[in-house]
């Protein structure tokens, strides 16, 4: 399985950029995918997560992009997505998303989010 983002680029300051993510894959009802970002000399957070449809499709945040990213999935499309808008310098970071999948669990190779005016 592969996972492959886009939408990565260089924003100024309160503004917004959508990340997808397509699976090589078909995302099954019980398949659950998230996003995580890492900036330079930072660890690895998780920002958002999307629950499987099967369990119902819960949807969270970490708190600092609450209210401003929103995570989707296009099962038709098997692509996640990752709407972020008022986007600050603490956002710049390499964003991966992750698919946890039949029991095991795929990471793509991540999209450079740069925010700087």
């Known amino acids: 399985v592969q996972l492959v983002e886009s939408g990565g680029g260089l924003v100024q300051p309160g503004g917004s950029l959508r990340l997808s993510c397509t699976a090589s894959?078909?995302?099954?009802?019980?398949?659950?995918m998230g996003w995580y970002r890492q900036a330079p000399g930072k660890q690895r957070e998780l920002v958002a997560t999307l629950g499987s449809f099967s369990s119902g499709g819960d949807k969270n945040y970490i708190p600092s992009v609450r209210g401003r990213f929103t995570i989707s999935r296009d099962n038709v499309e098997n692509t996640v997505y990752l709407e972020m808008n008022s986007l600050n310098v603490e956002d710049a970071a390499v964003y991966y998303c992750?698919?946890?999948?039949?029991?095991?669990?795929?990471w793509g190779r991540g999209t450079q989010v740069t925010v700087a005016s």
């Open positions: 894959t078909t995302i099954s009802a019980t398949d659950a």
């Open positions: 992750y698919l946890h999948h039949e029991g095991s669990l795929y």
